[in-house]
């Protein structure tokens, strides 16, 4: 069995009395599509966030290949190859694409290779390079999503975790989201992906997680799972 790229081991995370995730442990194997899924609050977003260092863990600890992220800076955390596409884009909206993600390349680790990033995410996103001079506020919610993941491609990850990408996209964009991530996945980038379309998210994934109130409470293969009659009564109804 391949070593783990990333290991969480007993992540407790509270705000306030509110305990957000009560002992969570998971891994992500590299150059694997994970995905992560259960209901609104089940504490999914809280889990990327610590993991890119914007919360600290109450207690447990966070390993990623072999190095204790555990106290670092988000900064340092996306030094070391861990890029994260938060939910609602958080782009620059008065910067153009090209700036927006010019400042995607900032850290150290790929400042150097700047122009050769801003290549492969061109040919990734080819309407991304048509609309180069315009600012991001003006482009459509599928655009802007492209670019906050082109954005976080330009810090050239070895893990890209994506917070619920498909939010508020018309179903063709949804696919071409989901094509996007086997692309990008092909391209050797592991991937953490958070979704609310878990048969879409599940069906393309090679390892899940479910998680319920701060807990793992079911993990398996994508498909495992996509045909688990417990995951379909309890998350995917509206799907008959
Ligand atoms: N900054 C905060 N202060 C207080 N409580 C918070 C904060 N952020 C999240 N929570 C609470 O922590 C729990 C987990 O929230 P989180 O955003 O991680 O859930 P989620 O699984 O991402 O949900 P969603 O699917 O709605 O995005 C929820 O009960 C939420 O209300
Ligand atoms: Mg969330």
């Given at each position: 069995m391949e070593k783990q790229l990333l290991d969480v081991q007993d992540l407790e995370v509270q705000y306030g009395d509110i305990r957000a995730l009560r002992g969570i442990s998971m891994g992500v194997q590299k150059g694997t599509i994970v995905a992560l899924v259960g209901a609104n609050g089940a504490g999914k977003s809280t889990l990327l966030k610590t993991i890119s260092g914007i919360i600290s863990p109450n207690s447990g600890r966070i390993r990623f290949a072999g190095k204790s992220l555990n106290k670092l800076r988000p900064e340092t955390i996306v030094n070391m190859g861990i890029s994260h596409v938060p939910e609602g884009r958080r782009?620059?909206?008065?910067?153009t694409v090209l700036e927006n993600l010019e400042l995607g390349a900032y850290p150290s680790r790929s400042r150097p290779f700047l122009n050769r990033s801003l290549e492969e995410v061109y040919d990734l996103f080819p309407v991304l390079k048509d609309r180069t001079n315009q600012n991001a506020g003006s482009l459509s919610g599928g655009e802007q999503q492209m670019l906050a993941i082109a954005r976080a491609m330009m810090s050239q990850p070895d893990i890209l975790m994506l917070d619920e990408p498909s939010l508020g996209l018309s179903p063709i964009v949804v696919h071409k989201m989901f094509e996007l991530i086997k692309t990008l996945n092909g391209r050797k980038v592991t991937i953490l992906l958070v979704e609310q379309n878990i048969h879409l998210a599940l069906k393309i994934s090679h390892y899940a997680f479910v998680l319920k109130t701060g807990k793992i409470t079911m993990e398996g293969r994508g498909e495992e799972l996509l045909s688990d009659p417990e995951v379909q009564k309890a998350y995917m109804g509206a799907l008959g």
């Open positions: 782009l620059f909206a008065d910067l």
